[in-house]
């Protein structure tokens, strides 16, 4: 029986890059999906491609109204909710220093990676009490783990979501609801692939990687298990997914 059968996971940005490739692996593996995806198209496209068992629900995590509805029509759609994984988000070449990173470009980042990380998990994981426990999966990064220079706006979202999985992890282990964070080093999504792009950085960046640059597969195989019964005894743990890059 495939892994996640019988099981109904809500990944948000699941349009495009690691969010598409987790829908896709998830249904793989017999998941009923959820795509809240703020472009409407991608996310159609995206659900198309995962088959019969995903819907794509327009969705912005920035908005709480947005995101309460695509949970509720999920749960009318599918009965339950199993699987949070809290998957929107991305940074831009706006982000900087402290000193010089444009403040729009600050709040930007919070309000989608970090408050929308925040209402995934307000709105969800009640569903996945009511549905007797679940997996959540949160989005932090590499940079929560380690010190880099000109992305303050990014880190300290991502730092904040690595702190909120963990306080998630003790209020909720009592109801059965485990919350983890992947930590991915830069992914080849098509997104980086066009910023990366005749950039004489991405050899640096390819030797900085111990095993290869990292494949939206490789986050979405890791979503997998976090989602999955073979991690049935981890939470409150930020997985770090980045081909070595932080210890070496």
Same mark, same amino acid.
């Given at each position: 029986m495939?892994?996640?059968?019988?099981?109904?996971?809500?990944?948000?940005?699941?349009?495009? +890059?690691i969010g598409?490739? &987790?829908?896709?692996?998830?249904?793989? %593996? *017999?998941?009923?999906?959820?795509?809240?995806?703020?472009?409407?198209?991608?996310?159609?496209?995206?659900?198309?491609r995962? /088959?019969?068992?995903?819907?794509?629900?327009?969705?912005?995590?920035?908005?709480?109204?947005?995101?309460?509805?695509?949970v509720r029509?999920? =749960?009318d759609?599918?009965?339950a909710?199993?699987?949070?994984?809290?998957n929107?988000g991305?940074s831009?070449p706006e982000?900087?220093?402290?000193?010089?990173? #444009?403040?729009? %470009?600050?709040?930007?980042?919070?309000?989608?990676?970090?408050?929308?990380?925040?209402?995934? !998990?307000?709105?969800a994981i009640?569903e996945l009490?009511?549905?007797?426990?679940?997996? $959540?999966?949160?989005?932090?990064?590499?940079?929560?783990?380690?010190g880099?220079?000109?992305?303050? !706006?990014?880190?300290?979202?991502? +730092? *904040?979501?690595?702190?909120? &999985?963990?306080?998630?992890?003790? %209020?909720f282990?009592?109801?059965?609801?485990? $919350?983890?964070?992947?930590?991915p080093?830069?992914?080849?999504?098509?997104?980086?692939?066009?910023?990366?792009? /005749?950039?004489?950085? $991405? +050899?640096q960046?390819?030797?900085?990687?111990?095993? /290869?640059?990292?494949? #939206? %597969?490789d986050?979405?195989?890791?979503?997998?298990?976090?989602a /999955?019964? +073979?991690?049935?005894?981890?939470?409150g743990?930020?997985?770090? =997914?980045?081909?070595? =890059? &932080?210890?070496?």
């Open positions: 495939p892994g996640l059968a019988n099981k109904t996971a809500f990944i948000t940005g699941a349009g495009n +890059g598409r490739a &987790t829908a896709l692996l998830f249904a793989a %593996e *017999g998941a009923n999906v959820a795509i809240a995806e703020r472009d409407r198209i991608a996310g159609e496209e995206a659900a198309h995962a /088959g019969p068992t995903a819907i794509a629900i327009p969705t912005d995590v920035t908005d709480p109204d947005s995101l309460a509805a695509a029509r999920t =749960v759609h599918f009965g909710i199993h699987i949070l994984h809290n929107a991305g831009t982000d900087n220093t402290v000193i010089d990173a #444009p403040l729009e %470009e600050f709040w930007r980042v919070i309000k989608l990676d970090l408050f929308g990380t925040f209402l995934g !998990c307000r709105f009640p009490i009511r549905a007797g426990g679940g997996s $959540v999966i949160n989005m932090a990064s590499n940079l929560a783990l380690m880099i220079a000109g992305r303050d !706006c990014y880190t300290a979202a991502k +730092g *904040g979501v690595a702190a909120l &999985t963990r306080s998630l992890a003790v %209020e282990a009592p109801h059965k609801v485990r $919350v983890n964070a992947l930590a080093s830069a992914t080849m999504t098509e997104r980086v692939r066009k910023l990366m792009a /005749g950039n004489a950085a $991405v +050899g960046l390819a030797r900085s990687h111990l095993l /290869g640059l990292i494949a #939206p %597969e986050i979405a195989a890791a979503a997998l298990f976090l /999955g019964d +073979g991690s049935v005894r981890i939470t743990q930020v997985l770090p =997914v980045d081909s070595g =890059v &932080t210890i070496s």
